[in-house]
């Protein structure tokens, strides 16, 4: 916990609800009645409205982007590191907005929220929802906040296609588009990592077919192995190694299936910690909006047609030892803009720490982000 | 099945077995009183024996590398892409071994077989083994069948690692090493895989803490799943893009949990299949044999040193979309070969397919290693 808050920290901060009670038809074709969004925000909304950013999160993260929700917190939020007074995207000059995405399990109706035509959890009858549904609640986010346009929508990974998709669904809602350490869509290899997490946590006999919440069960073990998966997906092979290498826990073999090199320990405990943290249902509906998100699809696999009619900047992203997302598909994305003649720039960040680079404090990316939300800043009105 | 057996195949074929009666005491410190190993071999040895060539089989493989035990056989063995008459492992010329790995499930003494100790299976009590058991093994049946020096150890993946080890431990009993898609030891990702696919196996319900034998169960679905992470190991990226792409199996998306596109059809495939050929018990001891595998570890983490006293020539090859031992861990084998003034020979072959590659009929690969194999010829008497 920290004793006292860094200057540069937004600080204390508490989570706001928005109610949203208009049916909902999603992408799958499903219907809900009414939903909310949990959110919340940093800075301050300027009188035109002008300087709002939108934060898109990740998988298995959430609205709580930066800040402590109490003196006792032990961590921030997930991505301080950018967010807040001086930091790239400033809390002095702009008003930061990120909620948790529909369907998730931190306060945004998911799979643990009341259906009310049943009086009990969704669970596993809570729709699928893709990335072009997260960008229309989104939207009526912004609504309900009285924000037109956004300034910027920023995002790293699944929040770099969130950030995508608003731009071309969205086109007048948006000024600047962020896209870090993400791809135009999965490829096979993405798609079967997911599968792997996804079956793991669905043959586990406490998944009760997702209606473990009625059995007051948890598909622990189900959801401990996709997590470790996909950590092992999160890191580079360097990363692995100058972090891990082989170091032994005790200092010798023991010839036994216990924790034998730190690599396993650390991972059986991160994959220990997020069942905590995070519900398996969502689990499930986040990899699947990954394996949907394919903007191009609509567009006959074309994702220069699909980004004709974007009006946004661009800037996007890639770290050199990210294997998830690799900075060759960062680059197709560029290369799609360039195609159409957009405004794009693009930075390949030099970094080890593989995908999860996108979230670590490396000066040359801080220095990039910070030199794109600068030239942003120039459009908005003081 | 093949109708007639191509002529360019050893055709029908037969294991054979041979029992050890003397306790083999293991790497781990443990003593097994007795054991036998099942085997086949290819082709005739000649009369100075000096014409014979051991294979050794990688992490999920067997004895049968290669022909047909029967004419309803679907497939033929593992390898019969490189052995037979005519092939560069050639089976007119040379002598071929190949037999199942101690703690295998084939036929070798492993953790279904009988401990004479208790009457029961060994099940999860089958000491953990390690390559230099293998190596230790593989001698003793070469003594079993009058070869005092093998023409040459080949092997690929695990089995190339046995190659090396053969090489140091027993420097006079092999006249070349060939190491296809190795490494000389395993990285913190590699062993994280292995974690993770023990994990799944030791978390299922139905293993029973590797009881399972007793209990009429078997641990399907954890074996499965660390079948299916294996398996996108072995591929590359771009060997699964352009094999499934993001094909959908049914040509639209469904928006259910069911299989969407066709790697999730082709990995469930992959992962049933091999539970009804493959056993939990053996699966977890071929793995932590991965894990320990480190020759360079008892010569202060020097690999050089550890080839210091080799006698073997080297032939090294490794394949350029190999993600899982990358041709940078095959090179620093040829690396410290060199420093050590030992005679190797290096072949990158550039591939697609992955890890994978060293079992398919790949022209560079094939013409590299027939080439290599008629060097050894030379020194093989008529």
């Given at each position: 916990m920290p004793e006292t808050i860094p200057n540069n920290s937004v600080g204390l901060v508490k989570a706001e609800t928005a109610h949203f009670d208009e049916p909902l038809q999603l992408n799958c074709g499903k219907t809900i009645p009414r939903y909310k969004l949990i959110y919340e925000t940093y800075g301050t909304l300027n009188k035109t409205g002008d300087n709002a950013i939108l934060i898109c999160h990740a998988l298995s993260s959430d609205h709580h982007a930066a800040g402590y929700h109490?003196?006792?917190?032990?961590?921030?939020?997930?991505?301080?590191?950018?967010?807040?007074?001086?930091?790239?995207?400033?809390?002095?000059?702009?008003?930061?907005?990120?909620?948790?995405?529909?369907?998730?399990?931190?306060?945004?109706?998911?799979?643990?929220?009341?259906?009310?035509?049943?009086?009990?959890?969704?669970?596993?009858?809570?729709?699928?929802?893709?990335?072009?549904?997260?960008?229309?609640?989104?939207?009526?986010?912004?609504?309900?906040?009285?924000?037109?346009?956004?300034?910027?929508?920023?995002?790293?990974s699944l929040g770099g296609m969130q950030a995508l998709q608003w731009a071309i669904d969205l086109p007048d809602r948006l000024r600047h588009c962020v896209v870090i350490a993400a791809a135009p869509k999965l490829s096979a290899q993405n798609i079967a990592f997911n599968e792997i997490a996804r079956q793991a946590i669905m043959s586990d006999p406490n998944f009760y077919h997702g209606h473990y919440y009625n059995f007051n069960a948890v598909p622990r073990q189900g959801l401990m192995l996709a997590r470790m998966l996909g950590h092992v997906t999160y890191l580079s092979d360097d990363a692995m190694r100058s972090k891990f290498g082989r170091d032994l826990r005790e200092g010798k073999l023991n010839f036994n299936f216990d924790v034998e090199f730190q690599v396993e320990s650390y991972l059986r405990y991160q994959g220990r910690s997020f069942v905590d943290r995070f519900d398996a249902n969502t689990y499930l509906l986040m990899t699947k909006a990954l394996d949907y998100f394919d903007p191009a699809a609509d567009f006959g696999d074309d994702l220069s047609r699909a980004l004709e009619h974007v009006k946004a900047k661009f800037f996007i992203a890639s770290f050199t030892s990210?294997?998830?997302?690799?900075?060759?598909?960062?680059?197709?994305?560029?290369?799609?803009?360039?195609?159409?003649?957009?405004?794009?720039?693009?930075?390949?960040?030099?970094?080890?720490?593989?995908?999860?680079?996108?979230?670590?404090p490396i000066p040359d990316y801080l220095d990039a982000l910070n030199a794109y939300m600068h030239r942003i800043d120039k459009d908005v009105s003081s």
């Open positions: 109490s003196m006792q917190d032990r961590k921030p939020g997930w991505w301080e590191t950018c967010i807040g007074p001086g930091k790239p995207i400033d809390t002095n000059r702009f008003f930061v907005v990120c909620s948790n995405n529909l369907g998730g399990c931190k306060g945004s109706t998911g799979p643990m929220s009341i259906n009310p035509e049943t009086g009990n959890p969704y669970g596993p009858d809570f729709p699928i929802v893709t990335v072009k549904d997260w960008v229309i609640t989104q939207a009526k986010l912004a609504d309900h906040l009285g924000i037109d346009c956004w300034a910027a929508v920023i995002g790293g990210d294997w998830r997302f690799s900075p060759e598909r960062s680059y197709e994305i560029v290369q799609a803009l360039l195609n159409v003649k957009k405004d794009v720039s693009y930075a390949k960040i030099k970094a080890d720490q593989g995908h999860d680079a996108f979230l670590l």
